[in-house]
């Protein structure tokens, strides 16, 4: 028949579908009119035309769901694709963590076929030290219900971990909880994080280990960056200089604020334009108030002074931008103290090379020139004598110079072996050797009962005290009530020893010259003038310094000194 | 022809009587006999020549000055000259043996007319009086002591 073989093709087979419908048929009891060959041709007709039109209708309804059919397989093979070539990998897993289903990416990411993937437990496919992350990411996700993201580490089919960030989010089918994950390479981003990370901990080692107090301040003022050196230089902690930004001003010293005063405004004059134009405002050259150092002095959190050496450049971003200045400073506190003992050595060195050239050039000159006048006074015997006097008077003085330059020189050098000594013995010796002078003048002599031991040279430090004892003796002047009194005094954390006199005190004019080489201030006096030189000579090889104070002529003086390692004895 | 000098009042101030002594022989030796007044340390020349105390006659035409001197050092003592609008005008000849850059130096700043060391030679001292001090001429008026 015609109309069968226009019938869509069936799944089953057609001859079933016929019985199948015949079966219908029969079951609705519509039997095939009795009377067919009673109907009329006309009638005949009309039913022909009534089965025709079903046919056909048919026919169309059919030709619909054959195209509904190939509608649907496409779009099956379009979410096939969708869901198997994803950039993403993508599995389901049972509560019991065995893995359900695979897309074609989680398989080719940890490079095994989709096949052996599936049925296998989603821990094995995880590197056992990222196996922890999974497994709170997968409780907090049951727990909480909605999804959860991490990072961890797969690993793939030949051993290799591989980076991948897990999204996973919770699904259920009828016999319980389903995980949805998704895996997303992040192997790249990992590795520049890697490289980041890397670079960072050398920029922070380089920057957090100098050696010198650094910081970063920004165009603002406000400080960005600053080393945990400055804690080793100024004793105040990173913290206290992040917190207030005012901090290294505030710890200047006083006597060098206007200084530092001074650079800030010099650096801010120079910040405008900076500002302004960025890179192209500075030029680095040696006249540049950025390429200066300056050198203050800070207080320390313990109040000891440091010295600073202060550089501070201007810094700009890569686009020419300021940003700020990057500050150096540098402890140049033990370098300064040597500078300046060097110092004031080489001006005592010189000091003490002209007073020995001018002194022993002086007898020499009067040698020489009587030596020329005793040539033409040979024939009279009394010029001659005189002459005589002069040149030996002269070679004498010569000859004391040295001996007591000699001696000086000896000083610190080729000492005794250091002793403790209690300052009272050394200072009942200093006045036995002085005694006639004391009883002479009948000075009254005070000396202090504070236990005080010395430590050093012990016959040196007589010779201190008896050179002391005897200057006070010596400018006692007029003074009807002559007192020397000796002491000690605690100044600053050191003990200050004293001899103080009520004599005729000091002029101002002489202070300079005090403890110089063969100063004789006043000629009327004796002695060779090596007195108070011997003296500061001795204090300083006793790591200690020496100072003269008096409130001018007839008011007394006092020679106030240091020596190093005086202690408080404890009384025992 | 050189013109005849007149004698010069000259103060030495020098705490060596040698050297004082060898400069009175040089003196002696010169053609016009020069007075010469010595006095031995810096505050007895300034006490004399700011006239604290009572001494007659005129200020002295040329001042022979030692530096390393007691009491008042000789550097001293010429800057408390030169700060004196009358006894700035007296030349001062600073005689001594100090060689030290820095005491020449300070001497020729604060207005020392000449720095002369002391020769360590017999003719130096003749050498030096007979020529170089031939420049110091003895001013036609005396200067007046201050009132």
């Not at chain 1, 000891?304 to 971003?317: E, I, T």
């Not at chain 1, 020329?372 to 005589?388: F, M, N, Q, R, V």
Request: net charge negative.
């Amino acid at each position: 028949m015609n109309t069968k073989t226009n019938l869509p093709p069936e799944p089953s087979p057609a001859g079933s579908l016929r019985e199948k419908a015949e079966a219908h048929f029969r079951m609705r009891n519509e039997a095939v009119p009795e009377n067919v060959e009673t109907l009329s041709p006309e009638e005949l007709r009309t039913v022909l035309h009534e089965l025709r039109v079903h046919q056909i209708e048919l026919e169309m309804q059919n030709e619909e769901l054959r195209h509904a059919q190939e509608a649907l397989d496409a779009a099956r093979a379009r979410y096939f694709e969708l869901f198997d070539l994803a950039p993403v990998g993508y599995v389901t897993v049972s509560e019991a963590g065995m893995i359900l289903e695979s897309n074609l990416t989680a398989a080719s990411l940890l490079g095994l076929p989709r096949g052996e993937l599936v049925k296998r437990r989603i821990g094995s496919v995880v590197l056992p030290e990222d196996q922890d992350i999974y497994y709170l990411t997968r409780r907090a996700l049951l727990e909480a219900g909605h999804p959860q993201t991490c990072a961890l580490r797969l690993l793939k089919a030949d051993g290799a971990p591989i980076w991948v960030r897990m999204h996973a989010s919770l699904a259920a089918d009828g016999s319980g909880p389903i995980l949805r994950i998704s895996f997303s390479d992040i192997s790249e981003m990992r590795r520049s994080y890697e490289q980041l990370r890397r670079s960072e901990e050398i920029f922070r080692t380089v920057a957090d280990y100098t050696y010198d107090w650094e910081y970063w301040q920004g165009a603002d003022g406000r400080l960005i960056y600053l080393s945990p050196s400055c804690e080793r230089i100024t004793g105040y902690p990173r913290e206290n200089f992040l917190e207030n930004n005012s901090l290294l001003k505030a710890i200047v010293h006083p006597e060098d604020a206007e200084l530092f005063a001074a650079h800030l405004s010099a650096m801010q004059k120079e910040d405008s334009a900076l500002l302004r134009e960025g890179r192209a405002a500075f030029t680095p050259s040696a006249s540049a108030p950025s390429c200066a150092e300056v050198d203050f002095r800070i207080i320390k959190k313990d109040g000891s002074v440091a010295h600073l050496v202060h550089g501070c450049q201007p810094v700009f971003d890569a686009s020419g931008a300021y940003s700020g200045r990057r500050v150096s400073n540098r402890d140049a506190t033990v370098r300064r103290q040597a500078e300046n003992a060097l110092q004031k050595k080489n001006a005592e060195m010189e000091a003490f090379t002209n007073t020995v050239s001018h002194d022993l050039k002086s007898p020499l000159v009067t040698i020489k020139t009587f030596l020329g006048y005793l040539e033409k006074d040979i024939s009279d015997p009394a010029a001659t004598a005189k002459d005589l006097g002069y040149i030996h008077d002269a070679a004498d003085k010569m000859g004391r110079l040295l001996d007591e330059l000699l001696a000086l020189s000896r000083i610190g050098h080729k000492g005794n072996v250091p002793v403790d000594v209690p300052l009272q013995d050394v200072v009942q010796e200093a006045l036995r050797l002085v005694a006639g002078q004391i009883a002479e003048r009948g000075v009254c002599v005070g000396i202090t009962r504070e236990p005080i031991l010395l430590h050093g040279d012990r016959p040196r430090l007589v010779e201190a005290f008896q050179n002391l004892l005897d200057n006070a003796v010596k400018f006692l002047g007029d003074q009807p009530a002559p007192r020397i009194e000796v002491g000690a005094e605690h100044e600053g954390g050191k003990i200050v020893l004293f001899v103080r006199d009520n004599g005729k005190g000091i002029d101002p004019r002489h202070k300079a010259r005090l403890f110089g080489l063969f100063e004789k201030l006043d000629p009327h006096t004796p002695g060779s003038g090596m007195g108070l030189a011997t003296v500061r000579r001795i204090v300083e090889a006793h790591g200690g310094q020496i100072e003269a104070l008096s409130d001018g002529p007839g008011k007394g003086s006092t020679f106030r000194f240091t020596l190093a390692e005086t202690q408080w004895s404890q009384p025992s | 022809m050189k013109k005849k000098k007149l004698p010069l009042r000259i103060l030495l101030i020098e705490d060596d009587p040698a050297h004082a002594e060898i400069v009175r022989r040089n003196l002696s030796s010169l053609p016009v006999s020069h007075i010469l007044m010595c006095l031995e340390d810096g505050q007895a020349a300034l006490d004399y020549l700011l006239g604290q105390v009572p001494v007659a006659g005129p200020l002295p035409d040329l001042i022979l000055l030692d530096l390393r001197l007691p009491k008042v050092d000789g550097l001293e003592v010429l800057r408390q000259i030169q700060a004196d609008q009358s006894l700035k005008e007296i030349p001062t000849v600073v005689l001594t043996t100090s060689a030290a850059d820095s005491d020449i130096a300070t001497a020729l700043a604060i207005g020392a007319a000449s720095y002369q060391l002391k020769p360590v030679a017999f003719e130096g001292f003749t050498e030096l009086f007979g020529s170089d001090f031939d420049s110091f001429q003895a001013s036609p008026h005396p200067r007046k002591r201050r009132e």
